[in-house]
T-cell receptor, first 115, second 114 residues
Framework: DGGITQSPKYLFRKEGQNVTLSCEQN?????MYWYRQDPGQGLRLIYY???????QKGDIAEGYSVSREKKESFPLTVTSAQKNPTAFYLC??????????????FGDGTRLSIL | AQSVTQLGSHVSVSEGALVLLRCNYS??????LFWYVQYPNQGLQLLLK??????LVKGINGFEAEFKKSETSFHLTKPSAHMSDAAEYFC????????????FGSGTKLNVKP
């Protein structure tokens, strides 16, 4: 079955530590996205990538970094500069980004907490 | 900037009653519109979408939504609620010029009472 796999499902971060969230898709989608979800705030876009080796900042990129070296993979690093990282992180992908009428497909998320 | 408003962060209905979840968007050019459902500790699942054509769209699990340009709305309905419909629902818009960048509403949690 095609889909998006996020790992781990739960992650704990110590003060001053960088952590990396994995996102892999086998849908052959060009575009990939990272969202942060906090209670009552919906989904906020962190970074997105329309094509391999290219990515753009979203609305809340500070304290986060990404890479897009392969079409299937879009890992998100939560750096120590992100002072409030506790949240539910969702990865999504979609068919070529130039086509705005295509839905985004989501993984099952990673819940990050501070130790 | 695009915005999406979902009226009511919590909605409670009885099993068998009508479900109505409201979504309004701000845009002079009608965007593409989507509804998603999220169960606890899971990702979002697409319920339905409106791109062009018929303004009443049907989705999975008996849900449907109607695009009303004059009201800039895309409300989600289901004639008869089922216990399994209890979840959080998100409305999302994708501006037609903006390369599939989505804007999400803040979500509505639906509670279904027996």
């Amino acid at each position: 079955d095609g889909g998006i796999t996020q790992s781990p499902k739960y992650l704990f971060r110590k003060e001053g530590q960088n952590v990396t969230l994995s996102c892999e898709q086998n849908l052959n989608h060009d575009a990939m996205y990272w969202y942060r979800q906090d209670p009552g705030q919906g989904l906020r876009l962190i970074y997105y990538s329309q094509i391999v080796n290219d990515f753009q900042k979203g609305d809340i990129a500070e304290g986060y970094s990404v890479s897009r070296e392969k079409k299937e993979s879009f890992p998100l690093t939560v750096t120590s500069a992100q002072k409030n990282p506790t949240a539910f992180y969702l990865c999504a992908s979609s068919v070529p980004g130039q086509i705005s009428n295509q839905p985004q497909h989501f993984g099952d998320g990673t819940r990050l907490s501070i130790l | 900037a695009q915005s999406v408003t979902q009226l009511g962060s919590h909605v409670s209905v009885s099993e068998g009653a009508l479900v109505l979840l409201r979504c309004n968007y701000s845009s002079s050019v009608p965007p593409y519109l989507f509804w998603y459902v999220q169960y606890p500790n899971q990702g979002l699942q697409l319920l339905l979408k409106y791109t062009t054509g018929a303004t009443l769209v049907k989705g999975i699990n008996g849900f449907e939504a109607e695009f009303k340009k004059s009201e800039t709305s895309f409300h989600l309905t289901k004639p008869s609620a089922h216990m399994s419909d209890a979840a959080e629902y998100f409305c999302a818009v994708s501006p037609i010029y903006n390369f599939n960048k989505f804007y999400f509403g803040s979500g509505t949690k639906l509670n279904v009472k027996p």
